[in-house]
């Protein structure tokens, strides 16, 4: 057979970048875009925090080098990312129990993960919530391991399926892996309890299962450490841990991929053995990170100053997200929608599970050019003050035209 491109078919677009791509091609005035998980301020720009300003006119008034990090990235950047994962002075941290290597984004370090996975548990299964985002079990499946899901949405009442959550992990066999969401669960908006975390924390234990927290929010629901909870009640439990973390949204640096790949283990040797795996995982893959994003993280977190200035930013990000939420909340009844949507002001992070279906999604990008993904799922981080009202407006229309269509 001769080699040629032409018997290659198009791939179908991603199910958010590619409403990214559509809405830039769109021309009509008034547009609104709530598909792909981006911090929007209240002037609905994507704006640079002041902490990273400052953090990169040090870095390049210092710099000395551009050459190749590490395949793991710095020993300052795995540093700081496991004090915000686990605190300050961590006895797991301080017994070496913990090995961090930086990647490309929280998507590089899922990748990475499935990788190791993958070449030393051939066989285990990775759990993922119902629902969950997008990419997840493509990422997976990609690197050849299979997915499977378990409850966590109750849509009867927007709620978490708590109770059979649990019973379907009692169930997983042991040896495989749960995908969790450490805050801010994507998409719903709906997170644990403490209390409940500690129930799966313990379920898992006890299961033998591997926890793998995805970490991409934190600080964007109740605070850096409040959002912790659950990586702080696995860690109790006495699991063995995996955390991918990324710095896209609680630092601004989309463009930056930077992330990073935590494993916390029982004991120093293994988390070595961990740290070995993992960068021949990387050296196959990137061979080794990119410094800039990384270097920006770590001067902010490494200095006091800089690092209670990110708080306060942080904190003014989860707070405009929050008042966003309760304003859709309260517009949606002042333009007369009838149907309950007060669970909006209940979820936290950039996402509600709205509860619109996919005919619904449809009818707003054709008709309003509102940009939501078909899930239902809407980035409530992408409302301002300006364009909340036409797009509860919007919604009502339409909420009106599929009722009356319905009822024919």
């Known amino acids: ?53 400052q953090a990169e006119s040090r870095i390049l008034e210092n710099e000395k080098t551009k050459t190749y990090l590490g395949i793991e990235g710095t020993e300052q950047y795995g540093r700081v990312v496991q004090d915000l994962l686990f605190g300050p002075n961590h006895p797991a941290v301080a017994a070496r129990r913990t090995a961090t290597v930086h990647t490309p984004g929280g998507t590089g370090a899922l990748r990475v993960a499935a990788d190791f996975l993958k070449k030393l548990y051939p066989e285990t299964k990775v ?43 009692a169930e997983i066999p042991a040896g495989d892996v749960v995908l969790l969401h450490g805050c801010c669960h994507n998409p719903t908006g709906l997170d644990p309890t403490a ?30 450490r409040e ?24 630092f601004g640096l989309y463009s930056e991929r930077v992330g990073a790949l935590t494993a916390l283990c029982h004991t120093e040797a293994a988390a070595q053995a961990v740290l070995s795996q993992l960068k021949a995982c990387i050296r196959t893959n990137y061979s080794n990170p990119p410094a800039h994003g990384a270097a920006i993280v770590t001067t902010i977190l490494d200095d006091p100053q800089l690092r209670a200035l990110w708080d306060t930013e942080v904190r003014d990000i989860r707070e405009r997200i929050n008042g966003m939420r309760s304003l859709f909340v309260r517009t949606l009844a002042d333009v007369g929608v009838e149907r309950d949507f007060s669970f909006v002001a209940r979820q936290r992070g950039m996402f509600s599970f709205s509860g619109l279906n996919s005919e619904q999604v449809r009818r707003l990008r054709d008709d309003h050019a509102i940009y939501i993904v078909g899930s239902g799922r809407i980035n409530v981080a992408g409302m301002t003050t300006e364009n909340v009202r036409p797009l509860c407006e919007a919604i009502a229309a339409v909420l009106e035209e599929t009722s009356s269509k319905v009822h024919v």
């Not at 677009?13 to 609104?32: M, Q």
């Not at 050849?144 to 649990?166: C, H, R, W």
């Not at 959002?227 to 949204?249: I, N, P, Y």
């Open 127 to 169: 759990w993922l919530s119902e629902p969950t985002w997008p990419n997840h079990p493509g990422v997976f499946q990609a690197a050849g391991l299979k997915v499977a899901t378990y409850p966590y949405f109750d849509s009867s009442g927007n709620t978490l399926a708590f109770e059979q959550m649990i019973a379907a992990l």
């Open 227 to 250: 959002d912790a909870t659950g990586v702080a009640a696995l860690t109790r439990a006495g699991c063995d841990l995996l955390v991918a973390s990324s710095f896209s949204k609680n």
């Open 195 to 224: 209390e409940q975390w500690r129930q799966i924390a313990e379920l898992v234990a006890l299961r033998g299962l591997l926890p793998f927290v995805d970490f991409a929010y934190q600080g964007l629901a109740d605070g850096i």
């Open 1 to 53: 057979m001769t080699f040629d491109f032409d018997s290659v078919a198009k791939a179908p677009d991603d199910a958010i970048l590619g409403l990214n791509e559509a809405f830039s091609r769109d021309s009509r005035p008034g547009k609104i875009n709530l598909s792909a998980g981006i911090y929007k301020d209240a002037t609905g720009k994507t704006p640079i925090l002041r902490t990273v300003k």
